[in-house]
């Protein structure tokens, strides 16, 4: 058990450019989700999957923003024509299939746009 | 909606006070809640998790407690040390089978050697 993986650590991107954030869940979880968290604020939920699919986006994920989970296992995060508000750690957590609900999350991924 | 509200939103204390930290909830229908703790410019780390059948969690020199009806948490941290400095998270689980976090600001601990 590795933990939650989330690459890469921290982007900086220029505005109107499109970035994509990686999630590796913990092996054999089941569900992940996506959390975006500001400076000085708690994390608010984007979306989850459960397996391969998207059970629940929030209206905070506007049209320019695409998550994936293809194959059940890995995730990842699409913003395109990024903007300055878009500046915020990204946030992965997964939880296994029975379970008490407890979230494990990753590092976080930082992106600062210019 | 769930509103998750802590309280103090920073904290300053000297080494080996005991303290404690503070969560409300507006909606009493929760299936859990856990506490985090997160260093800067860091993931979270899970620290307690209180099923909503239960009334207290310990691990170490932690303690959380649930009042489920007063929609409130504690945290207790016996015998602080300057490494306990980081923000702590309050987060409740909604009633709902999505496992779906609503989160407080959190806390900023400072202990002081």
């Known amino acids: 058990d590795t933990g939650v993986s989330q690459d890469p650590r921290h982007k900086i991107t220029k505005r109107g450019q499109n970035v994509t954030f990686r999630c590796d869940p913990i092996?054999?979880?089941?569900?992940l989700y996506w959390y975006r968290q500001t400076l000085g604020q708690g994390p608010e939920f984007l979306t989850y999957?459960?397996?391969?699919?998207?059970?629940?986006k929030s209206r905070l994920l506007s049209d320019r923003f695409s998550a994936e989970r293809p194959k059940g296992s890995f995730s990842t995060l699409e913003i395109q024509r990024t903007e300055q508000g878009d500046s915020a750690m990204y946030l992965c957590?997964?939880?296994?299939?029975?379970?008490?609900?407890?979230?494990?999350f990753g590092e976080g991924s930082r992106l600062t746009v210019l | 909606k769930q509103e998750v509200t802590q309280i103090p939103a920073a904290l300053s204390v000297p080494e080996g006070e005991n303290l404690v930290l503070n969560c409300s909830f507006t909606?009493?229908?929760?299936?859990?809640l856990q506490w985090f703790r997160q260093d800067p410019g860091k993931g979270l780390t899970s620290l307690l998790l209180?099923?909503?059948?239960?009334r207290e969690q310990t691990s170490g020199r932690l303690n959380a407690s649930l009042d489920k009806s007063s929609g409130r948490s504690t945290l207790y941290i016996a015998a602080s040390q300057p490494g306990d400095s980081a923000t702590y998270l309050c987060?409740?689980?909604?009633?709902?089978?999505?496992?779906?976090?609503?989160f407080g600001k959190g806390t900023l601990l400072t202990v002081n050697p």
């Open positions: 957590a997964s939880i296994p299939g029975s379970n008490t609900g407890e979230l494990f």
């Open positions: 092996s054999e979880h089941n569900r």
């Open positions: 999957f459960q397996n391969e699919a998207q059970l629940e």
């Open positions: 909606d009493s229908a929760i299936y859990n």
């Open positions: 209180i099923q909503s059948s239960q």
């Open positions: 987060a409740v689980g909604g009633g709902g089978s999505n496992y779906k976090l609503t």
